[in-house]
């Protein structure tokens, strides 16, 4: 499936003592990631609270592989691993600036009811626009 491409800069608050990205960061870095991808497919998670859909990460996972340093320009890769139904799951990737893999990881998020607090199926509108650049 497509993939979509998110740049930042490491902020000095992002690193510890040696300049290097404390290691929850990237957790942020991934949201940054899919809430990025979303947005490139007209929808954010705005939109979503909006209809009544909360989408909460149920599982995350990092594996890391370099530094990343402070003032680094790191490009985010986010890619869907799969057509959603009830949870819709991201790779990801975020590389530097000399193009080394800095990281790489999963998130599962679930689509739940709102008011019910319930799982429920992705949206159609969200899936057409998925389908639509695939």
Request: proline share 3%; charged share 25%; net charge positive.
């Amino acid at each position: 499936m497509s993939k979509h491409y998110s740049t930042i800069r490491v902020r000095y608050a992002e690193t510890d003592q040696m300049g290097v990205v404390y290691h929850g960061n990237y957790a942020q870095y991934f949201e940054i990631g899919r809430t990025e991808w979303l947005r490139s497919l007209g929808v954010t998670y705005k939109d979503m609270e909006n209809s009544g859909i909360m989408l909460p990460v149920i599982s995350l996972n990092t594996n890391f592989k370099k530094s990343a340093l402070y003032d680094d320009e790191l490009t985010i890769i986010t890619s869907l691993k799969k057509t959603p139904l009830v949870k819709i799951e991201f790779d990801y990737e975020i590389i530097n600036q000399h193009k080394e893999l800095v990281c790489d990881g999963k998130a599962t998020l679930a689509f739940i009811n709102m008011q019910t607090k319930k799982p429920i199926k992705c949206p159609d509108y969200l899936l057409q626009k998925i389908k639509d650049v695939s």
